[in-house]
């Protein structure tokens, strides 16, 4: 049995998904009454398209909890975190109260990701949040959040269309001098995918916007402004379900860039 090269496999980077969740529920026929975690098929074939290893992390708290196992072995262990997309943020986890029962989002899994994000910060490795990830990040870090964009934003766009989800796209335009305008010189105004009917509201201190949706302002792409911290950016869109030679944007250069930072941090240097 072939299983590859043990020296190729240590030097290839392991970056950790945060995991989605779907609670337990005893009307479900399949593992009836159990909690899954899971991630998205795209995001992981994502992360590993150019060689990096992609990696779950399973909550380790829970009613059937056992050993002694903690985010901080994980955030030792991996190279960086890509937060990705999946239920709303819960508008308790920002201080305000749903304006309806079904934007109550998912505060189990919010507690679990500001705890994730924590971890990586301590050990010093890069963060990447993808749709609910840059949400998440913005809450994580003292931002809020509009609990659904069409009432409390009325004149936008429709950010998020189920009939057609992840082929509903508008365009971008990427803020000038921003880190994330040096990764695409030439490319000032930029097409992109768009499922989310939640946004960033008032932005976390210490994070600049890169990218704003040019036809109603909301915030499309941040980034930590403090470049002596650990990296950590985030996007609106969903990079994952980009299909290359298309004509929206190339994500290969905002992966590359967060890999780049995790080659960076990493201590066991091949």
Wanted: charge should be negative; charged fraction near 20%.
């Amino acid at each position: 049995m072939n299983g590859g090269s043990p020296t190729v496999g240590a030097s290839r980077l392991k970056i950790g998904i945060s995991a989605c969740f779907m609670h337990a529920d005893p009307a479900r026929p399949l593992f009836t009454g159990k909690t899954l975690q899971y991630v998205e098929q795209s995001i992981a074939h994502w992360v590993m398209s150019t060689g990096a290893l992609a990696v779950m992390i399973p909550s380790p708290t829970g009613a059937t909890q056992r050993g002694d196992v903690t985010l901080d072995h994980y955030a030792q262990w991996l190279d960086g975190l890509v937060l990705h997309g999946g239920a709303d943020v819960s508008p308790r986890s920002y201080g305000e109260e749903p304006l309806q029962e079904r934007w109550a989002g998912d505060r189990i899994r919010d507690l679990y990701e500001i705890d994730l994000v924590a971890a990586f910060e301590r050990h010093g490795k890069p963060v990447f949040g993808v749709c609910r990830g840059l949400q998440l990040v913005n809450v994580a870090y003292g931002g809020t959040l509009y609990q659904d964009i069409r009432t409390q934003r009325p004149e936008a766009l429709q950010h998020r269309d189920a009939a057609v989800y992840d082929l509903n796209f508008h365009t971008v335009d990427i803020v000038a001098g921003s880190r994330l305008a040096g990764l695409y010189p030439d490319l000032a105004r930029a097409k992109v995918n768009s499922i989310h009917h939640q946004a960033i509201k008032e932005l976390a201190p210490g994070f600049a916007v890169e990218a704003v949706s040019n036809e109603d302002g909301l915030i499309e792409a941040i980034r930590r402004e403090d470049t002596a911290l650990p990296y950590l950016a985030a996007v609106q869109w969903h990079p994952e379900f980009h299909q290359p030679g298309s004509d929206s944007i190339d994500d290969a250069a905002l992966l590359e860039d967060f890999l780049a930072a995790a080659r960076a941090a990493r201590k066991d240097k091949p």
